[in-house]
């Protein structure tokens, strides 16, 4: 009989997550397809670019699961339920998300490392003539090969680096080498695995400090700004095409007589010419856009823009809020840099942390809210990363535009991503230590009653869990495991988050002072062909 109330709970918890799952393959499929090039798709890349976005995203879906699991263990009054009171059926019920996590995150390692990179210079390897695919091959293995290279070196080092103390000067060579083969053997590959994708997760809060933080700005703002009105841009584009034309008439009466224009001249005239042809396509846009229902119904719409656009910006606050309270906290209570910013207890106040709380034993509404708040991230990076393009350090690689996304950057954008949506489950953590830990379990402690006269008499209260309750009476939750096998991640991940809340300030600062977008912003650049307007005006 204990087993079916384990059953239904673990059919409960599973059943929401296929539900997610399928909606997270909807949205990758929807929002790939929306940024892809319609001349230059390819059925490979477009493939690799879902399963790699979708990939990331379940694996974040898992967290709430987890968390879920371990909370459901126990009762409010902080006794374990009848079917989770042995250990053993604790450790295979929270296996099975290990197992999960290890199957994931595998399946990450394989994309960042090897399919994405071999799909990537495959497609650089191409020429015109779609010819000789086995030289493309070969290239894009030997270029993949490197990658694969870093990703057995990280393996390693993760097997290797020593979890527990060294032994001490006094020690022979023998017991040094018979303590590094036991640090290795009793692994079975987790701080391997861990290693490999905190790794990862650095290279993340890079991508979230750069484009989640001012995404997170640039977003909301754009939502209550809008956009230009159609009218005036045409007429502003019109007056722009009747200045340039004169000055290109006023260069070619200068040669009217048979005399050859100056290099100076020339050069200016070849820029005019590029520069109306700009203009001649901005226009044919516009003319589109003028025609669009879409930007009607945009019209029509603007009061609930705004309205979202000010519910973006209140989140963006309350997770930056949540996001100081936390550090903070690390900060004047933790245990310090050697342990990773640990944090003994919860001494300051966490709005987002008391929310989570809160909502959790409503299942699924915290599974909801930390859906959202993934969602979240994703969204306003995808923004930042729209808003800016791919760089490397100063040099810009890619830009990301609907429906005029090379196949290659598809690729860079969706590493991009699954960086960012490893890196938000320690966000995550931030933003909610507790509820991530240990969600919400209470364990019993027993009290010496304050009215018996005999010393013996002990009244037993509830308390919530955290990193001072004893082990047995509190389950921590897998992917904590994960965020924490290496304590001097957790410390680059501490000032990771100081340096995420100055760039969204400095991103909110630059969004404000920025004027409104245009309505076609993206689709004309200087560096695009004549042939990309098929994509856009029919």
């Not at 309270?325 to 004047?332: E, Q």
Request: glycine share 6%; net charge neutral.
């Amino acid at each position: 009989m204990a087993d079916q109330p384990l059953l239904a709970e673990s059919a409960l918890g599973w059943s929401i997550f296929t539900c997610i799952l399928l909606i997270i393959l909807a949205f990758c499929w929807v929002y790939i397809r929306k940024f892809q090039s319609r001349q230059e798709s390819e059925v490979v890349s477009t493939i690799t670019a879902i399963c790699a976005l979708a990939i990331a995203l379940i694996t974040s879906a898992l967290l709430p699961v987890d968390i879920f699991l371990v909370s459901f263990m126990k009762y409010p009054n902080g006794t374990y339920k009848e079917w989770a009171a042995n250990n053993e059926t604790r450790g295979q019920i929270e296996d099975t998300v290990l197992y999960g996590y290890y199957t994931l995150y595998s399946i990450i390692l394989f994309c960042v490392f090897l399919w994405i990179p071999f799909v990537y210079f495959y497609y650089e390897e191409r020429d015109d003539n779609n010819v000789n695919r086995c030289s493309q091959v070969k290239n894009a293995l030997k270029y993949t090969v490197g990658f694969a290279i870093v990703c057995v070196a990280l393996l390693l080092i993760g097997a290797f680096v020593p979890l527990e103390p060294p032994p001490g000067q006094n020690s022979t060579q023998w017991e040094k080498v018979q303590y590094l083969f036991e640090e290795l053997g009793s692994s079975h590959g987790l701080p391997a695995l861990s290693f490999s994708i905190s790794s990862l997760t650095l290279i993340g809060m890079l991508a979230v400090i750069t484009y989640t933080a001012y995404g997170m700005s640039v977003l909301p703002l754009n939502l209550i700004k809008g956009t230009r009105s159609v009218l005036y841009e045409r007429l502003e584009n019109t007056e722009d095409i009747d200045e340039v034309e004169h000055q290109i008439e006023k260069l070619k009466s200068k040669c009217k007589d048979g005399r050859p224009l100056s290099s100076r001249d020339r050069n200016n005239l070849q820029e005019l010419e590029g520069k109306l042809q700009v203009l001649q396509r901005r226009g044919r846009h516009l003319e589109v856009a003028e025609r669009n229902c879409c930007t009607k119904v945009g019209s029509a719409l603007r009061p609930f823009k705004i309205l979202l656009g000010i519910f973006f910006i209140l989140v963006a606050l309350l997770f930056t809020v949540a996001l100081f309270i936390s550090n903070l906290d690390k900060a004047l209570h933790s245990a310090g840099i050697s342990s990773g910013f640990i944090i003994f207890g919860t001494n300051l106040t966490n709005p987002l942390n008391e929310l989570l709380l809160a909502l959790q034993p409503v299942f699924p509404l915290d599974y909801i809210l930390i859906t959202v708040i993934t969602m979240y991230f994703v969204v306003t990076s995808m923004a930042g990363i729209r808003n800016m393009g791919i760089w490397f350090f100063w040099i810009r690689l890619y830009k990301i535009r609907p429906k005029k996304t090379r196949p290659q950057a598809l690729l860079f954008l969706c590493m991009i991503l699954l960086l960012i949506v490893l890196h938000t489950s320690y966000m995550i953590y931030s933003l909610a230590p507790q509820y991530v830990m240990y969600g919400s379990q209470k364990y019993l402690v027993q009290m010496p009653s304050a009215g018996s006269t005999s010393g013996n008499a002990t009244l037993g209260t509830t308390r919530t869990c955290d990193a001072d309750a004893p082990q047995d009476q509190c389950t921590v939750t897998r992917s904590y495991l994960f965020l924490h096998k290496f304590w001097f991640f957790s410390t680059i991940y501490y000032f990771g988050n100081w340096a995420f809340i100055g760039a969204f300030l400095i991103g909110l600062a630059v969004s404000c002072c920025r004027g409104k977008k245009s309505v076609i912003e993206g689709e004309v650049e200087a560096d695009d062909s004549d042939l990309s307007d098929d994509e856009y005006v029919h």
